[in-house]
């Protein structure tokens, strides 16, 4: 298959060298049937990676877009979920931990139809994918038709969201909640503190870290921290990764999960739409999760939404980016809507540096600016939230947030994350998601 970047638009012209080196970072990550987040730190295929790059991808290659949603599709499990992370079986178990062997998949899973044929993680990430798919449609519908792109996908899409609503409801209330910090994509994310503080971590001679090989200990999560991660997965793997059954030590309701379920039940609606099944199933589910997450989620007191600690019954205090994706939701409140774009403009989010948020509270007591999902700000949560300022007409904001994004991946080399106060890239370099949502905005 062979990527082919589509006719020159003015906004591309004009950023050449940019675009290049974007399409020579996916070209580089690609596997033959996928794309690695990056060689080094994350050498297989990552599910919410795999949706953000499908998004730049399509401007490359629209087959190779497909191929790449359909790679992570054909991991899924026979209960519906797909896997946080998809093995590629011709690595070494040491190029990354936690690996096949930790995971066990299809041995653990096979209970809940996890694949024989592919090894994979035995939790979920945020649903990006049914966004994604439509968005891969809509680069070439002509060509997603001639292929059957959308009727594929359209069943395993409906089926993954079926799981996210009915086996992850764990608190009956209408929202999907997460059982790892993972699960979520914010891994260690001041949001977790107190209900990780209740896990038993696992003992720190039980496992051996192998993002430290590429990554600086001052950016990464804890040796706690992981320790903590180890403990939970193998509580749930011990249990067959099945969701009734284990004791979920950690189990929140998430913002920014529930807000990106919500936009891709919109998009399955219209997917629904073209490949002639009921669309109004889909719409309902997003009226319905608009509903409760602003029942359960909305803080007034801080200006967005807080996630919720479902064994202490509680939403926790603390302010992270994850509050503010709800504003790519199009059915809130009008007075929702105006206080997120009061709290993303305030103090406690907005750097001067950049107008990428930070992933954590600029005044929160847990603030690091250059550790991880603790207060860099990511290149994902600046695309989500610049297409969330367009849901709501926002313009200006958007176009300023677009051309820091840009400036961003530039001078960082498309970097992870960046120090929100510096600017300065941190993390890996040319990430892929990174490059993927650079060709996006440049379209
Ligand atoms: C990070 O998470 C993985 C575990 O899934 C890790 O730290 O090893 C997160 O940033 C996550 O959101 C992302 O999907 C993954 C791959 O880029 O890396």
């Known amino acids: 298959m062979r990527a082919v970047a589509g006719p020159p638009t003015p906004t591309r012209s004009a950023h050449l060298a940019l675009w290049r080196g974007a399409a020579r970072v996916l ?8 794309t690695v987040p990056s060689r080094s730190l994350y050498p297989h295929q990552w599910s919410w990676d795999s949706a953000f ?62 694949p024989a044929v592919a090894e994979t993680s035995g ?54 909640a997460m059982v790892h910090p993972w699960e979520a994509g914010m891994d260690n994310s001041p949001c977790w503190d107190s209900p990780l503080a209740r896990v038993e971590p696992a003992a720190p001679g039980t496992f051996r870290r192998a993002d430290l090989d590429h990554g600086s200990a001052a950016d990464r999560p804890t040796d706690l921290d992981y320790g903590r991660y180890v403990r939970l997965a193998l509580d749930y793997r011990d249990h067959g990764y099945d969701d009734h059954a284990a004791l979920h030590h950690f189990a929140v309701e998430d913002p920014a999960v529930n807000s990106l379920l919500i936009v891709s039940e919109l998009a399955l609606a219209r997917i629904a739409a073209t490949v002639g099944a009921d669309p109004a199933v889909h719409a309902a589910h997003a009226e319905r ?23 202490a019954g509680e939403l926790i205090p603390e302010r992270s980016v994850a509050g503010l994706i709800p504003l790519i939701v199009p059915g809130l409140p009008a007075d929702i809507v105006e206080q997120l774009l009061q709290s993303l403009s305030g103090p406690h989010f907005h750097a001067r540096a950049t107008d990428l948020v930070p992933s954590y509270d600029l005044a929160g007591h847990a603030f690091d600016r250059t550790r991880y999902w603790r207060g860099p700000a990511w290149f994902n949560t600046a695309w989500l939230i610049e297409r969330a300022l367009r849901v709501h007409k926002r313009a200006g904001p958007a176009d300023s947030l677009r051309s820091s994004f840009l400036n961003a991946a530039e001078s960082s080399q498309f970097s992870e994350y960046i120090d929100p106060y510096s600017g300065e890239g941190r993390g890996t370099l040319h990430f892929s998601w990174t490059a993927a949502l650079t060709l996006d905005l440049l379209s």
């Open 27 to 34: 070209l580089d990550n690609w596997t033959g049937t996928s």
């Open 123 to 176: 939790i979920v990430q945020p649903p990006v994918h049914a966004l994604a798919a439509w968005l891969v449609h809509r680069a070439d519908p002509m060509e997603s038709e001639r292929r059957g792109f959308l009727a594929r996908v359209y069943p395993r899409l409906t089926a993954w969201h079926r799981y996210l609503l009915r086996c992850r409801d764990l608190a009956g209330a209408g929202l999907t």
């Open 53 to 114: 790059i499908a998004i730049g991808l399509r401007h490359l290659s629209v087959r190779r877009a497909q191929c790449e949603l359909e790679t992570l599709l054909a991991a899924q499990w026979g209960d519906g979920r797909i896997p946080h992370i998809v093995f590629n079986p011709a690595l070494p178990l040491s190029a990354y931990f936690p690996s096949p062997d930790f995971w066990q998949s299809s041995r653990a899973g096979k209970a809940a139809g996890a």
């Open 289 to 311: 999760l608009t509903e409760t997450l602003v029942a359960r989620l909305w803080d007034a007191e801080t200006g967005m939404f807080l996630v919720r600690d479902l064994a």
